[in-house]
């Protein structure tokens, strides 16, 4: 059951034996799943586990800064995080998360914080991370996928991947296309997570884009309006199903040490 305590925290009740991705046994307890930072703030209700939210991106956006802030506020709520990094070393990584506050370290010992090193096999290396596939091929990653997708529903742990638009320098549009609606959505769903998966815009043909926009649960965009002066990021939530929504453009403002607020 799903309720909602006075600070906007829901409240979930679960017996777990093995977490997904890795994260620490935990026998019995009550998860905390905080709101969903940048996001929930235009939203009139909570956003439904198992929820698949899709982000489409300029490249010159904040987006990137936007996925930290995120996966801070989540964690410092008392969530979990996978995050999913294309694009940058998992260190450099660490260093902007520690950047907002976080005991990085600690975070990863105790299985809340996982980072999932894919930039390193996009370079064409062997990773040094716990949880890094070889290859982004899909025959390669499809069967590091199956190793790891498995596990008891997990409503406190929240999905980022940063840039999946990757996949397609290795794989033509159907296959990565399809793993992503056949593999990775179904499992978000049955484990009730939250996920947030981003691709650049401007990047890939009509048909990827609307066949992704359709099996999300939501759409949320972030631009940089060059027309301003000066230049504005913003942010939008384009579509959510069930769920009401100020779907008007907002300012993003980026703080000294790169979080990232809605200015309303």
């Known amino acids: 059951m799903r309720t909602t305590s006075g ?58 800064n936007a996925s930290l802030t995120i996966a801070a506020g989540w964690l410092n709520d008392g969530g979990a995080v996978t ?13 902007k998360l520690s950047r907002l506050g976080l005991q990085v370290d600690s975070l990863e010992k105790v299985g809340r914080l996982l980072i999932w090193d894919a930039h ?25 996928i ?3 997708m498995r596990g008891p529903p997990d409503p406190s ?31 978000i769903k049955l484990g009730k997570m939250t996920s947030l998966s981003a691709f650049a815009r401007g990047l890939h043909s ?3 884009y609307r066949k992704l926009e359709a099996e999300a649960d939501g759409i949320i965009d972030f631009k ?23 779907g008007r453009w907002h300012p993003l403002k980026i703080n000294e040490n790169f979080e990232v607020t809605v200015e309303k």
């Not at 703030?41 to 909570?46: A, F, N, V, Y």
């Not at 995050?83 to 260093?95: A, F, H, I, K, V």
């Open 7 to 64: 600070d906007g925290a829901h409240q979930y009740t679960y017996t777990h034996r093995k977490p997904q991705f890795g994260l620490h046994a935990i026998a019995f307890c009550v998860y905390a799943v905080p709101r969903l930072p940048l996001v929930e703030g235009l939203t009139k209700s909570p956003i439904p586990a198992g929820s698949v939210l899709l982000v489409e991106f300029d490249a010159a956006s904040a987006w990137f």
């Open 83 to 95: 995050y999913n990094d294309w694009t940058q070393s998992p260190d450099e990584l660490r260093g």
């Open 120 to 144: 390193t096999a996009a370079l064409g290396q062997k990773s040094k991370e716990r949880m890094a596939p070889d290859s982004l091929r899909i025959a390669d990653l499809s069967l590091f």
């Open 146 to 148: 199956k190793d790891v």
């Open 157 to 187: 742990l929240l999905h980022i991947s940063d840039n999946a638009s990757t996949l397609a320098r290795f794989n033509d549009d159907k296959s990565w296309t399809e793993l992503l609606l056949t593999r990775f959505y179904p499992f």
């Open 206 to 208: 009509e048909w990827v």
């Open 224 to 246: 940089l309006d060059e027309a301003a002066d000066p230049p504005m990021n913003l942010i939008r939530i384009r579509s959510l199903r069930d769920v009401g929504f100020d």
